[in-house]
């Protein structure tokens, strides 16, 4: 019993003495960490600081725990749910090195601030980019915790503020469509049937003067690049990339501004100095197309950035898009400008822009402008040109040398005058050759001449914007034999509002030196400029 007191007294003093030291170490540590102890350790409830300071995490956290073990659960929660996030985003941002270009076939009445698809006749809203909401730096806890730095504001890229701008564009397009015309113009403002909207077209035009930048590559040398011929049935191609390369309202020197990006290679004159003549080898042209696109891309993150989407390249040669067939993105993503809008040979409305094709024998459009009323047009129709592709052989056999309205020539007769010929008609046939285009519908178009587009796969130039059912005649080749029938049915008073219309859009067509307002130049450029807006290019 002694034993057993001696020794439990000797337990008590023990631990008494243990217990004072113990104490001694213990109080001055909780004093201490009470004044610079952590405030956010794991032992604090998360449910109070999920309610003082929701931007202290930036996911939902439970609540419903206040002892520590669920506390300490509810952080390893948190530290799982950021892990989780972390992973999210940078999924997210692989996926976002490949750009996204969005199907041009969508309507704009479905985009978004990410992913919108915009054609040029029905614009969306624009999406502005907005600056962060600030949190707020005070709360009920403010004389306890620190605190907090106010969010950094976001900085926005070249590319978004870009983006930002077309969805502007985008909105006042849409503005005008639905009636909302609110941009003043004292040089010209579209009007009439010959528009397919008329105050769309004002204000996308509008919307392209203020915003819309170039950049032209520097590489390559002429005469294959950054050179074109001037003074042929070609003479667009060569007339736009020199005007390009000195333009100064649109074309930027600094690619981060630019819009589009602009492949200054003329495919006349690879057939001119590249190709192997009568070998009918596409080999040269097609390496020299490649080389050129690889060593942009090489030298620039532009075209690996939008797959070739943001850039176009122009041709008014035949073998214009034989030569975008060298490169899959050059074909399937980039804007093709082409006077050989062959449908059938691939040519996309969509993405692609149909331009005409204008023969400058002298360089300049002086003497092919103008002709007389149309009560000083005696002939009916009228077409002279050699045997080129399928249909003027099936025209020549129906109508050459049979009827005085139908005057159909293989070869003009010495002393006539093709443009005085032309000037005396109503109507001017312009069947396709071997490819869809032909100069004589600028030609009929100068002259006051109705055109008749005689083809299966065209698509006219600019048709995006201008209504060609108002101003022209569209007749398939297995009409030809009723060809005569099909324009003695338009009546006079409907024949004098479809000429008046042909000299109201000749202004579209005019290849002016330097050039003007609203001409072939600035028309091409709007062609481009819609289909940009037909995608939003993303960073990587």
């Not at 610079?36 to 309610?51: E, H, I």
């Not at 008014?316 to 975008?324: Q, T, V």
């Not at 083809?455 to 914007?465: E, G, L, M, N, R």
Request: charge should be positive.
């Amino acid at each position: 019993m002694a034993d057993f007191v001696y020794g439990n007294c000797f337990a008590w003093r023990f631990c008494s003495s243990s217990s004072k030291k113990l104490l001694l170490f213990i109080v001055p540590l909780i004093v201490i960490s009470g004044f610079f102890g952590p405030r956010n350790s794991n032992w604090v409830s998360l449910s109070g600081l999920q309610s003082t300071r929701p931007w202290l995490w930036g996911y939902s956290v439970s609540s419903n725990s206040s002892s520590s073990s669920s506390s300490s659960n509810d952080h390893l929660d948190v530290k799982l749910l950021s892990t989780k996030h972390a992973d999210e985003r940078k999924t997210m941002a692989d996926s976002n090195v490949v750009m996204g270009v969005q199907d041009k076939e969508e309507s704009l009445s479905n985009d978004s601030v990410l992913n919108s698809s915009v054609s040029p006749s029905l614009p969306v809203e624009a999406v502005h980019a907005q600056e962060p909401e600030p949190q707020s730096s005070h709360s009920m806890n403010e004389s306890v915790d620190p605190p907090m730095k106010a969010r950094e504001p976001k900085v926005y890229t070249n590319l978004e503020r870009l983006e930002s701008g077309l969805q502007k564009a985008r909105a006042a397009i849409r503005d005008a469509r639905n009636g909302n015309q609110t941009t003043p113009d004292h040089d010209y403002v579209p009007q009439g049937p010959m528009y397919r909207n008329a105050n769309v077209f004002h204000r996308s035009y509008s919307e392209m003067e203020k915003q819309f930048k170039v950049y032209v590559y520097k590489e390559g040398e002429p005469p294959v690049f950054h050179n074109g011929p001037c003074k042929s049935i070609y003479s667009t191609e060569g007339f736009f990339i020199n005007r390009m390369e000195v333009d100064k309202q649109f074309r930027t020197e600094d690619p981060e501004k630019a819009h589009v990006f602009f492949l200054p290679f003329s495919v006349t004159m690879m057939v001119r100095f590249v190709y192997i003549r009568d070998t009918h080898d596409f080999g040269p042209i097609r390496r020299t197309v490649i080389d050129y696109v690889n060593l942009v891309a090489g030298r620039y993150p532009y075209w690996n950035r939008s797959l070739g989407a943001d850039h176009f390249m122009l041709s008014c040669h035949d073998w214009g898009p034989e030569a975008s067939l060298s490169v899959p993105n050059l074909q399937k993503n980039s804007i093709r400008a082409l006077c050989n809008a062959n449908t059938s040979e691939r040519f996309n409305p969509i993405k692609d822009v149909s331009f005409p094709e204008i023969n400058l024998q002298t360089g300049t459009i002086k003497d092919m402008i103008g002709g007389p009323s149309p009560s000083q047009r005696s002939i009916l129709a009228f077409f002279a040109g050699g045997v080129h592709g399928p249909i003027r052989p099936v025209l020549l056999e129906h109508w050459e040398g049979k009827d005085e309205d139908i005057q159909v020539f293989k070869y003009l007769p010495k002393g006539i005058s093709y443009y005085a010929m032309m000037r005396k008609t109503k109507f001017c046939l312009c069947p396709s050759g071997y490819e869809v285009a032909s100069p004589r519908i600028v030609e009929a178009i100068y002259t006051g001449c109705v055109p008749v587009l005689i083809s299966d796969h065209y698509t006219p130039p600019f048709s995006d914007v201008l209504n060609w059912k108002s101003f022209s005649v569209e007749v398939s080749v297995s009409d030809i034999p009723n060809l005569k029938r099909i324009l003695m049915r338009i009546s006079s008073r409907q024949y004098i509002r479809m000429q008046r219309r042909v000299v109201q859009v000749r202004k579209h067509f005019e290849l002016n030196y330097p050039p003007k307002r609203l001409d072939v130049f600035h028309m091409i450029l709007h062609s481009v400029w819609l289909r940009r807006l037909n995608v939003r290019i993303q960073d990587m």
